[in-house]
């Protein structure tokens, strides 16, 4: 039998979307819209896009909603089903990593060949 991993060992995978970047959505409802992540679930392989996906939830008062009610707010995407959107060319594209001199690795676009982030 193979080994036995604990909660601690699991490796979760790293994604090239990450938070504050802008990314357009492929498929489903809000297709052809762009919008900023908020935030990135590794473990389920989602994004959540400000203002993009907006799901409703019936919430009963609590300390954290005294109101309830009915809420909306952003829901989770398929990770394969957003592009970011590169700064430079303005266009969708896929994202690379390239070595720069100091041997820091950074995300590039494919398109255009320009470097997305410092750092």
Known sequence: MGAVMSESQIVLPRFR????????I????DKGKTGKVLEVDRSNHRVFVEKL????RHMKPSQKHRQ????????PIQLSNV???CQNCGKTARVGMR????????RYCKKCGEIIDRG
Request: charge should be positive.
């Open 17 to 24: 979307v990450r938070k504050g970047d802008t990314v357009m």
């Open 26 to 29: 492929m498929t489903g409802k």
């Open 53 to 56: 996906n907006i799901i409703k």
């Open 68 to 75: 309830g009610g009915i809420i909306e707010k952003e829901g």
């Open 83 to 85: 592009m970011i959107v």
């Open 99 to 106: 070595r720069i001199e100091d041997g820091q690795k950074l």
